[in-house]
């Protein structure tokens, strides 16, 4: 089912995009052509492929789950303008 103008303005319309009306009939002939290559992948079987995140097969090396504060206090402190008591100091936003 080919798409028509209308359509595509209203596809365009919910991705919140303007696309001028002299470009609607020439994006409508684009979208029918990855709409095409997507029903193609309908007709690969993959029944006999497993599912996988990444087409190398690794195992990634996991830490023990430690919660530590980072012990650099002092590091992210000399950026601030001023600080406090070993704390970030901001004015007040709100009365």
Do not use: H, Y
């Not at 596809?11 to 002299?22: D, G, Q, Y």
């Not at 650099?72 to 901001?90: M, S, T």
């Amino acid at each position: 089912m080919p798409l028509d103008k209308a359509t595509v303005a209203r596809i365009a319309t919910l991705a919140r995009i303007r696309v001028p009306e002299e470009e609607l009939e020439s994006l409508a002939a684009e979208m029918d052509k990855i709409i095409g290559w997507v029903e193609q992948l309908d007709e690969v079987t993959t029944d006999d492929v497993p599912p996988m995140a990444s087409v190398v097969d690794v195992e990634l090396p996991w830490r023990d789950d430690e919660v530590t504060d980072g012990d650099c206090r002092d590091k992210v402190l000399a950026n601030a303008p001023e600080k406090v008591e070993g704390f970030f100091a901001v004015s007040k936003v709100l009365e």
